[in-house]
């Protein structure tokens, strides 16, 4: 199928042109003459497969006719994340380049004064995270009673964000006759309750999770020690020709740890999360687009939906709980036909998503081991996996170990041995993954996994410690054989004090 079939106007195509897309993904051949017809769409896709284009291109040219009146909206697209909605204000701006459409985009971090100009002069369509939207509305400085088309973008991440009050609330103040898009990468009962109360009879578009980023993308992983994963990280940054790295955390604060660890490495790093100021976000994104910085530590919401051309590395610093988050991540490299790097360090802990993981993604992902670091083995579950144990373990403080000898480096790639055999669940590998290749051969490189050192399962250290020992205890689990001497006192009961006696 061709552009030109979908009933698009010839600036449109124009535009389409200009952006230098050939053909229709398949969410784009299916969502936009449905979207001409005015039927509700209920799109089952997550970013990657073309969804902003599918539905902005039909919006431009339904809204081309008509004029926006002040501070009335005619269109609403509501997004999760500020870098999101920016990132859909440039698709609406780059399609609609050839029409004479008003665009104001809401977010929060920004000028009030600057955003309520553009309101003021009347907008066809509105960009808006929910937060901002709500307290425009609240202040009366918006109506949305004009507004007849509404795209809930990224609903279930709305769900995770706990922005879903918002958008019900958001949602009651939109005239009941209008047309709603409403797109989400999975669909969670509480998402499926949703989609019924907003919509009406929509058409049910499903398109498959992303797979063609990561086929571009060659994939490795490490399972190491919890304590080692900045080193090894450090490790693969030298070995590897990065050009441009997005590396991910799980949670916002290890972003900036690592940020300022990498940073007092002499790495090129800036970080990106959702709870910087606005202005610095955008900054920091414009200079890592610009390569003014090499490499940027982000969590999920910062760094989702980020297009950077010319990415060659990404690093899960962290293994990502969702393992839709997984292609979604190696995605932001391997783009436009251009090879990408991706490495995952895993913890022993972490076996049980990186199983899901594999199963997703139809295949295993080739393990290595990183050299001069012990490999381990994901420790032995009972398959669910453990997100309570596993941010428990980084809330701890850290115990510093002795120094493990590194063992002798091995010398060259081989397939790898541990890798487990997921079952394809969504859809069966395409092609064979291409075993890893290394980049810079003559600079130290990670290298395929070629004996792993067995390690007891750790024992789990959530039971706390007496606070008064009498007797000298033989080991303390986080210090393991190397406990310290003072540890070993005996510590003596507190006296009784005259408040003890009240
Ligand atoms: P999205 O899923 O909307 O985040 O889009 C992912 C990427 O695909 C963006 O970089 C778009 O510019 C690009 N894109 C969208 N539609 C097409 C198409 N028909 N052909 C090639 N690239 C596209």
């Given at each position: 199928?061709?552009?030109?079939?979908?009933?698009?106007?010839?600036?449109?195509?124009?535009?389409?042109?200009?952006?230098?897309?050939?053909?229709?993904?398949?969410?784009?051949?299916?969502?936009?003459?449905?979207?001409?017809?005015?039927?509700?769409?209920?799109?089952?896709?997550?970013?990657?497969?073309?969804?902003?284009?599918?539905?902005?291109?039909?919006?431009?040219?339904?809204?081309?006719?008509?004029?926006?009146?002040?501070?009335?909206?005619?269109?609403?697209?509501?997004?999760?994340?500020?870098?999101?909605?920016?990132?859909?204000?440039?698709?609406?701006?780059?399609?609609?380049?050839?029409?004479?459409?008003?665009?104001?985009?809401?977010?929060?971090?920004?000028?009030?004064?600057?955003?309520?100009?553009?309101?003021?002069?009347?907008?066809?369509?509105?960009?808006?995270?929910?937060?901002?939207?709500?307290?425009?509305?609240?202040?009366?400085?918006?109506?949305?009673?004009?507004?007849?088309?509404?795209?809930?973008?990224?609903?279930?991440?709305?769900?995770?964000?706990?922005?879903?009050?918002?958008?019900?609330?958001?949602?009651?103040?939109?005239?009941?006759?209008?047309?709603?898009?409403?797109?989400?990468?999975?669909?969670?009962?509480?998402?499926?309750?949703?989609?019924?109360?907003?919509?009406?009879?929509?058409?049910?578009?499903?398109?498959?999770?992303?797979?063609?980023?990561?086929?571009?993308?060659?994939?490795?992983?490490?399972?190491?020690?919890?304590?080692?994963?900045?080193?090894?990280?450090?490790?693969?940054?030298?070995?590897?020709?990065?050009?441009?790295?997005?590396?991910?955390?799980?949670?916002?604060?290890?972003?900036?740890?690592?940020?300022?660890?990498?940073?007092?490495?002499?790495?090129?790093?800036?970080?990106?999360?959702?709870?910087?100021?606005?202005?610095?976000?955008?900054?920091?994104?414009?200079?890592?687009?610009?390569?003014a910085v090499k490499i940027l530590v982000a969590s999920d919401v910062a760094a989702r939906g980020l297009?950077?051309?010319?990415?060659?590395?990404?690093?899960?610093?962290?293994?990502?709980?969702?393992?839709?988050?997984?292609?979604?991540?190696?995605?932001?490299?391997?783009?436009?036909?251009?090879?990408?790097?991706?490495?995952?360090?895993?913890?022993?802990?972490?076996g049980a998503f990186v199983t899901a993981i594999e199963r997703l993604i139809g295949k295993a992902i080739?393990?290595?081991?990183?050299?001069?670091?012990?490999?381990?083995?994901?420790?032995?579950?009972?398959?669910?996996?453990?997100?309570?144990?596993?941010?428990?373990?980084?809330?701890?403080?850290?115990?510093?170990?002795?120094?493990?000898?590194?063992?002798?480096?091995?010398?060259?790639?081989?397939?790898?041995?541990?890798?487990?055999?997921?079952?394809?669940?969504?859809?069966?590998?395409?092609?064979?993954?291409?075993?890893?290749?290394?980049?810079?051969?003559?600079?130290?490189?990670?290298?395929?996994?070629?004996?792993?050192?067995?390690?007891?399962?750790?024992?789990?250290?959530s039971k706390p410690a007496p606070m008064v020992e009498t007797e000298p205890v033989g080991s303390v689990?986080?210090?393991?054989?190397?406990?310290?001497?003072?540890?070993?006192?005996?510590?003596?009961?507190?006296?009784?004090?005259?408040?003890?006696?009240?």
């Amino acid at each position: 199928m061709e552009f030109s079939d979908l009933g698009l106007s010839p600036e449109v195509l124009r535009a389409i042109d200009d952006a230098g897309y050939k053909t229709p993904t398949p969410i784009q051949e299916q969502a936009i003459p449905i979207i001409f017809m005015g039927r509700d769409v209920l799109g089952c896709a997550q970013t990657g497969t073309g969804k902003t284009a599918s539905f902005t291109l039909p919006m431009i040219d339904m809204l081309a006719a008509g004029r926006a009146r002040a501070r009335m909206p005619r269109s609403l697209i509501l997004e999760p994340t500020r870098e999101l909605a920016t990132q859909v204000a440039e698709s609406f701006e780059r399609y609609g380049k050839h029409h004479k459409l008003n665009m104001a985009l809401l977010i929060g971090g920004e000028s009030f004064a600057d955003q309520l100009k553009k309101l003021d002069r009347g907008v066809d369509v509105l960009v808006a995270t929910p937060g901002r939207l709500l307290d425009l509305f609240e202040r009366g400085k918006i109506l949305l009673s004009d507004t007849k088309i509404l795209v809930i973008d990224e609903a279930d991440r709305m769900l995770d964000m706990g922005f879903i009050p918002d958008v019900e609330r958001i949602v009651s103040m939109l005239p009941k006759l209008r047309q709603t898009l409403f797109f989400s990468a999975t669909m969670p009962p509480e998402i499926k309750r949703l989609a019924d109360a907003f919509l009406m009879n929509p058409k049910e578009i499903s398109v498959s999770p992303p797979t063609s980023p990561a086929a571009m993308v060659i994939q490795h992983l490490a399972v190491i020690d919890e304590l080692d994963k900045r080193e090894a990280l450090r490790h693969l940054l030298r070995a590897e020709s990065v050009r441009s790295a997005l590396i991910f955390c799980n949670r916002k604060r290890d972003v900036d740890i690592l940020q300022r660890s990498l940073a007092k490495h002499k790495f090129d790093a800036a970080a990106l999360h959702g709870d910087m100021a606005q202005a610095k976000r955008t900054e920091t994104l414009d200079r890592f687009r610009a390569g003014a910085v090499k490499i940027l530590v982000a969590s999920d919401v910062a760094a989702r939906g980020l297009d950077v051309i010319g990415l060659t590395h990404v690093f899960n610093f962290d293994v990502p709980i969702h393992a839709e988050d997984y292609i979604h991540r190696i995605g932001r490299t391997g783009r436009a036909g251009r090879e990408g790097l991706s490495y995952t360090l895993a913890t022993p802990d972490d076996g049980a998503f990186v199983t899901a993981i594999e199963r997703l993604i139809g295949k295993a992902i080739p393990r290595i081991d990183v050299e001069g670091l012990p490999s381990v083995e994901f420790a032995a579950s009972d398959g669910r996996p453990r997100r309570g144990r596993h941010t428990a373990r980084r809330e701890e403080p850290r115990a510093r170990r002795p120094r493990r000898i590194p063992e002798a480096p091995a010398a060259s790639a081989r397939p790898a041995q541990h890798a487990p055999e997921p079952q394809p669940a969504i859809a069966p590998a395409p092609a064979p993954q291409p075993a890893p290749r290394h980049v810079n051969a003559g600079r130290p490189r990670p290298v395929e996994r070629q004996a792993t050192t067995p390690r007891p399962a750790p024992t789990p250290a959530s039971k706390p410690a007496p606070m008064v020992e009498t007797e000298p205890v033989g080991s303390v689990v986080a210090f393991g054989e190397h406990m310290p001497a003072f540890l070993r006192r005996p510590v003596p009961k507190p006296r009784p004090t005259e408040n003890d006696a009240a």
